[in-house]
């Protein structure tokens, strides 16, 4: 499995910002989707889950209402759609897949910046 972010940039606080995470090399449907952010100095941390398109999502508590994961199962796709953006967001943003039902399927992507500047 491969995973491909996109998306990250430089933007004042109070912008919005949308990450996209491409899938590929294996059966997308089949993987549970998260985002992860690590600050600079700081451990890697949740911030969204989604496992099927129309199921429940999970948020980090900073983030909730403010930012909204989603999946694009014909495109093989996740998105974070990151509103109201702060400087606490400035973080590399880490595309997750982990496998429904196998144990040990767990892929990174490796990470897009994103920097909010006040």
């Known amino acids: 499995v491969q995973l491909q972010a996109s998306g990250g940039g430089l933007v004042q606080a109070g912008d919005s910002l949308m990450l996209s995470c491409a899938f590929s090399g294996g059966i997308f449907t089949s993987y549970g989707m998260a985002w992860f952010r690590q600050a600079p100095g700081k451990e890697r941390e949740f911030v969204a889950a989604?496992?099927?398109?129309?199921?429940?999502?999970l948020y980090a508590d900073s983030v909730k209402g403010r930012f909204t994961i989603s999946r694009d199962d014909a495109k093989n796709t996740v998105h974070l759609q990151m509103n109201s953006l702060k400087p606490e967001d400035t973080a590399v943003y880490y595309c997750?897949?982990?496998?429904?039902?196998?144990?040990?399927?767990?892929?990174w992507g490796k990470g897009t910046l994103v920097t909010v500047s006040s």
């Open positions: 989604i496992r099927w398109s129309a199921g429940s999502r």
């Open positions: 997750n897949a982990v496998h429904l039902t196998a144990r040990g399927m767990d892929y």
